[in-house]
């Protein structure tokens, strides 16, 4: 098929929220407080001092009593909870150009009932098996507009028709970028995490996983937690609005943490579900998903172990499928908190559920006293995370492994050791190029396996790289392999 259009490599979509905006306008106060901090190590002064530079978004967006200022500096209320939360603009480039081409566009959302459209536009382009008559024949003359503008900025062009590259028939799952994976038995599939075509991504990747390979192998995509890595509805928009989606059920909305269930019916999503931890498992074709807690992560340390208020949350789901073929939890970011822990969450899966045969989890140790004082390295809502607990600034460029809110490999191991896994896999370790591992991933697969040995757990750590797979041998049931390459 000739003449179709598709994504093209390189094309970045990025989403801004109201909640975003009020980030990035506070993100340089924020900075300078950490700079100040670090050189008076005086929490109250630093506040201070970038005060009275950024007088008027100090003024106007946070509390601050000078009698007592490390202790009650904090965003304003309206703003840590706000009423509403409007997309704002979806912002597009084609990073592969450069920038004196103008292959870059901003489309301004003034009324959210245009989203659903433009969700229709995604997925049209997304299937890469529709020529551009034909997708202008499904959607409204505004839309051809921005269909247009797409194509202008080499977000979409015409090409050929891109074959999906998921392996036909073979149970498995596959490694994406960063968090995304894709489940698969014979029949049915279920993305995690996905980032295509996205903001996410690094500008200069030479291969990259696109929204075409997955076309017809997706039947219900699941979201962990609404860190930015892991939660860009961007890519959900290249989806088909009756898509199941699961999203953790967000109690109240804040700053930190949208009502992702909400978000997703405003784009014209028609099958969201949002369900309690331990709810009855629901299935998406022959594979069996359980909704279980996500533990760990959030903005917390021990000096600091209470958010300003408790609705102020890193709201996530760890998901648990089973399936004919195999059995597997995957634990994203989860780790410890203070007062909870995922292995209390293993006790749950060991004696409910059983033996896991496949575990995945990011390695790193991670914690927020050490994730250092530059944020431009983070994406903009680690400013929302920092600011639901604000006297963590004192503590964010300690040494690291003081506290780990991450698993860690200790965590890892110990959480395979309870649950019996069979095999263990990394992910969410950042972007790289396909047949590449991730980032760290050799240091931390050997760390691993050190505390296994420590534990005198049986568990196999399975390395693996970006588009592979570990998917069923000849068809035998629980009996998987690395499959190199299988999604390029
Ligand atoms: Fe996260």
Redesign the pocket.
Known sequence: MNNVISFVRGSQIRPINESDRICYVIQPFIQEVLDRFIESHNLGTAIEQAATKHEEVAKKFFDINYSNVEESFSLKQEFLFPQENPLLALHYSNTLFPSFLGKSGTKIIKDESILPDIHNLLYLCAQSNLSYDQICQQISEPTIELLDKLIKCSIVKEREHQKSSVPPETPGVFRLQHAGLLYRTKTTGILVDPHLHSNYGIPQLKSDISRAQLEGSVDGILIS?P?Y??WHYPTLMMFAPETPIFVPKVPRATIMCEDMEARLKSLGFTNVIAVDWYAEPIAIGDIEIHVLPFYG?QPLVPEFARPIHPDLR?WGNTYLLRTEYYTSWFL??AGQEPMKSMFEVAEYVKEKIGTVDLLLSNFQPLSYNSIGTNLSGWGIDIVANLLSNPQIFSVTNKEEGEYVALLGPKGVAKVCAIVGAKACLPYAHSWAEIGQPGVNDEQLIAQVEAELKNLGASTQVIPWKIGDGYAVKNGEVRDLAILEGALS
Do not use: A, R, V
Request: net charge negative; glycine share 0%; aromatic share 0%.
């Open positions: 937690h860190h890595d892991h992560e890193n994203i970011d």
